[in-house]
């Protein structure tokens, strides 16, 4: 069976800090891969998405990036924090259109 | 382009009592529709899942939702709300025939369920 993995669970993070979040995605290949951020009230907002390997679409202008170095990971990054990235991202992934997007657990993420 | 909209962001209902969580949707094709739970500080989980095989979509939990093409809806119910269904409800869709698995969502219902 397929099982998707976020970490880590929580962060803490000052002003300015860089940032790593990793995706990886178990029992599956050639996964297309999402990563949403969710903000008190706003409701999920997709960031990035990938179709396979080094292919990364970003659906808003913001200070992160994201990376998919290998098939069955995806990174989400940021060399300055902002207050403003504050939230809980979460990874998802799905095998192709039309198909249920399976959620992993989830990073807090606290900017201060 | 595809979109969602989800009438009342916070529904409260009485334990034993009928849940009835709104979802409307645009799309210029037919479409694929979801909806997820999430329970605080966890990730989404699917509740039931539309791709035209039938209009009446039973899913977990005792949730069941009716897909109404000529009101672009796709309500989500529960005969008899228990403690546990306290949550937030997500809508989406996708849209059928794209090559991407790209899903579009509402901005969530949060359930209140009352002893």
């Known amino acids: 069976s397929q099982t998707i993995h976020q970490w880590p669970a929580t962060l803490v993070q000052p002003v300015g800090s860089p940032l790593s979040l990793e995706c990886t995605v178990e029992g599956t290949s050639n996964p297309n891969l999402y990563w949403y951020r969710q903000a008190a009230g706003r409701g999920l907002q997709l960031l990035f998405y990938?179709?396979?390997?080094?292919?990364i679409s970003s659906e808003v202008p913001q200070n992160l990036s994201a990376s998919r170095p290998q098939d069955r990971q995806f990174i989400l990054s940021s060399k300055k924090l902002l207050l403003s990235d504050s939230g809980f991202y979460l990874c998802?992934?799905?095998?192709?259109?039309?198909?249920?997007?399976?959620f992993g657990p989830g990073t807090r993420l606290l900017v201060l | 382009a595809q979109s969602v909209t989800q009438l009342g962001s916070h529904v409260s209902v009485s334990e034993g009592a009928l849940v009835l969580l709104r979802c409307n949707y645009s799309s210029s094709v037919p479409p694929y529709l979801f909806w997820y739970v999430q329970y605080p500080n966890q990730g989404l989980q699917l509740l039931l899942k539309y791709t035209s095989a039938a209009t009446l979509v039973k899913g977990i939990n005792g949730f069941e939702a009716e897909f109404k093409k000529s009101e672009t809806s796709f309500h989500l119910t529960k005969p008899s709300a228990h403690m546990s269904d306290a949550a937030e409800y997500f809508c989406?869709?996708?849209?059928?025939?794209?090559?991407?698995?790209?899903?579009?969502f509402g901005r969530g219902t949060q359930l209140t369920v009352w002893p």
């Open positions: 990938s179709v396979g390997i080094g292919q």
């Open positions: 989406a869709v996708s849209e059928g025939g794209s090559t991407l698995g790209r899903l579009y």
């Open positions: 998802a992934w799905n095998p192709g259109a039309g198909e249920t997007q399976y």
